[in-house]
T-cell receptor, first 119, second 112 residues
């Protein structure tokens, strides 16, 4: 079965410090990977997605960057955190199921999230 | 206009009540419809999904899609305190990357 791991669960960082959040997926190959940020009352904001190694698409210009050094690894980074970077960060994966039959999960599977507080 | 609209609530109901959660959408190309449940400080988990119009039942949960009205619903029967969570609807025109549109979520509290 597929599992997704995201760490750390909570993080408190000072303004101006760097950031590295890591996400790994097990039990599948060539997944689509996503980074979301969730702010209270504002829903899920897609930050980055990746369809393959080294392929990153940015949805929102900001102080963050993403990398995919391996097929099942997705990293969210920042060189200098801002107060506005505080939030709940979620990694997710999905598979392109086009052409397959039978019951399948058409949705995304999310990690447990990282609560980032920038102070 | 947002692609997906969802009443943020909060919604409080007594234990045992029937809960109705709803979303509306504007894109007639949406084919896949999902409901996620998110407990506090956790990632969303897929609760139910449906393809095209119709109903789907899973235990106490029923998902309903009305494509003619661009309206989807999630019904929870005999609600329990453990159902207290935020419920997000999501929808997609097709499978593939970066094509899932989320509602903002409805926060539900079931009071014992």
């Amino acid at each position: 079965s597929q599992t997704i791991h995201q760490w750390p669960a909570t993080l408190v960082q000072p303004v101006g410090s760097p950031l590295s959040l890591e996400c790994t997926v097990e039990g599948t190959s060539n997944p689509n990977l996503y980074w979301y940020r969730q702010a209270a009352g504002r829903g899920l904001q897609l930050l980055f997605y990746s369809v393959g190694i080294g392929q990153i698409s940015s949805e929102v210009p900001q102080n963050l960057s993403a990398s995919r050094p391996q097929d099942r690894q997705f990293i969210l980074s920042s060189k200098k955190l801002l107060l506005s970077d505080s939030g709940f960060y979620l990694c997710a994966w999905s598979r392109d199921l086009t052409g397959t039959g039978g019951a399948a999960n058409y949705g995304y599977t999310f990690g447990s999230g990282t609560r980032l507080t920038v102070v | 206009q947002k692609e997906v609209e969802q009443d943020p609530g909060p919604l409080s109901v007594p234990e045992g009540a029937i809960v109705s959660l709803n979303c509306t959408y504007s894109n007639s190309a949406f084919q896949y419809f999902m409901w996620y449940r998110q407990y506090s400080r956790k990632g969303p988990e897929l609760l139910m999904y449906t393809y095209s119009s119709g109903n789907k039942e899973d235990g106490r949960f029923t998902a309903q899609v009305d494509k003619s009205s661009k309206y989807i619903s999630l019904f929870i029967r005999d609600s329990q305190p453990s159902d207290s969570a935020t419920y997000l609807c999501a929808m997609s025109p097709q499978t593939g990357a970066n094509n899932l549109f989320f509602g903002t979520g409805t926060r539900l509290t079931v009071i014992p």
